[in-house]
């Protein structure tokens, strides 16, 4: 992205306590593979001002971009400038309170286009707005296998050795840091025979990389509370960074006995989406790192407000960031204004042309995979629509896991 031309500058910089107006919502879907991008636009009356957000929902894509639609009758003629207003708005009116994963996503939408327009009004990045950068880079993390490796899920030494191999590449790629699904979906209650397969795996990878990479296990919330712990328990040995999701994420009092009965960090909150939420998780020790999406939660505005009760908590932070680019951006702004903030999610091979689609501001260190600072104006960001109208939606891949006796899984 280009900066702010000067005639835009000057315009801006003109408005002071001007009227300002928003013209209108717009949703670009984009599909990007494993999921469709829901960028969304507001757009301003004055020329050349308008702010990128999104609102991205795994198998959801309809229902947020219906739901955008619906809270842009809130938004659309009102002064963008007004961010909190404009938010408790979008929260608290047309009667349900937005409590649910869908209308979270749509205000997060709508949250981030503003607060990138608030940065560009003021010319500064958004982490200047809150306060000014409290550290010199953010670290980054990938995922081994894109995500998915249920086809190494064996007992075999052969398939615990691919799980090291793709540990050695991520390392190889400058990474420090890697997570992976390594626990195979259960039931709610099984023998050891899985938890061996999870122990194996990880065994590979700790013995390929060395005791000084960190990695991550996620089980994207699959076990039973009493698997869970199994699991737990089994690779608590193995020194992780985390452990991510053990159990369903309503299960609190059960992540709170598995938090205090290992050693390492219990990690949880993708899918969380309102304080409240938080709030009980943190109050009964539920996760030492908490993973809200800010694409989820209702944006950079919500998020800001989960991060101060985690530091009141002393919990870390270490945001949910599978999707796409302008969600990456904020996680980062995000990063740079937040002393709890730990270390970023990131996809960096999800599709070959991800760089077409978007401009970034930030800059990325190979050596280490660290994320410099971004200096332009609001999220940094510019995306491409034409190159976005080249890849339109498509129903995502059907992704569904049944136990050997045919009964419904998690996936």
């Not at 969600?327 to 937040?338: N, P």
């Not at 994320?371 to 569904?400: D, K, M, S, W, Y």
Request: net charge negative; hydrophobic share 40%; charged share 25%.
């Amino acid at each position: 992205m280009q900066q702010l031309s000067l005639d835009v500058e000057c315009r801006i910089a003109e408005l002071g306590a001007s009227s300002l107006k928003i013209t209108a919502i717009e949703t670009h879907v984009c599909n990007a593979r494993m999921r469709n991008w829901v960028f969304v636009k507001v757009v301003t009356d004055q020329p050349g001002l308008y702010g990128w957000g999104e609102a991205t929902l795994e198998w959801h894509t309809r229902s947020v971009v219906g739901a955008i639609e619906d809270l842009a009758t809130l938004v659309v003629g009102e002064d963008p400038r007004r961010i909190e207003q404009l938010w408790q708005m979008m929260y608290r009116q047309h009667f349900w309170h937005s409590q649910g994963i869908v209308r979270g996503s749509a205000i997060a939408g709508i949250d981030l286009a503003l607060w990138d327009i608030a940065g560009k009004i003021a010319n500064m990045p958004c982490h200047q707005l809150w306060g000014g950068r409290v550290r010199d880079y953010v670290r980054t993390y990938c995922h081994l296998g894109g995500g998915r490796l249920e086809d190494f899920y064996q007992t075999s030494t052969e398939d615990a050795r691919r799980f090291g191999e793709l540990a050695s590449q991520a390392v190889e790629d400058g990474f420090t840091a890697m997570k992976t699904m390594a626990v195979p979906p259960t039931m709610p209650l099984e023998g050891n025979r899985p938890v061996r397969q999870a122990e194996a795996c990880v065994a590979a990878m700790r013995e390929a990389v060395g005791p000084d990479i960190d990695l991550m296990v996620d089980c994207h919330a699959r076990p039973s509370p009493a698997m869970g712990l199994k699991f737990a328990k089994a690779l608590d040995q193995y020194d992780l960074y985390f452990f991510e999701e053990p159990c369903w994420p309503e299960s609190i009092e059960a992540l709170a006995r598995i938090n205090a009965a290992v050693t390492t960090p219990i990690a949880t909150g993708e899918r969380l989406t309102y304080l409240e939420q938080f709030r009980d998780l943190f109050a009964v020790q539920g996760c030492d790192v908490i993973q809200f999406d800010i694409a989820h939660c209702g944006g950079l505005t919500a998020a800001r407000r989960i991060a101060a009760l985690a530091e009141a908590y002393r919990i870390a932070i270490a945001p949910h960031n599978p999707l796409g680019p302008v969600c990456t951006a904020a996680s980062l702004e995000f990063g740079f204004s937040q002393p709890s903030y730990i270390i970023c999610e990131a996809v960096h091979a999800d599709v070959p042309w991800r760089f077409d689609v978007v401009e970034e501001g930030f800059e990325v260190d190979p050596k280490g995979r660290i994320v410099r600072p971004n200096t332009r104006p609001g999220l940094g960001i510019e995306i491409n629509e034409a190159e976005v109208a080249r890849h339109p939606f498509e129903q995502e891949l059907l992704e569904r896991v049944f136990y050997e006796d045919g009964s419904v899984g998690d996936w």
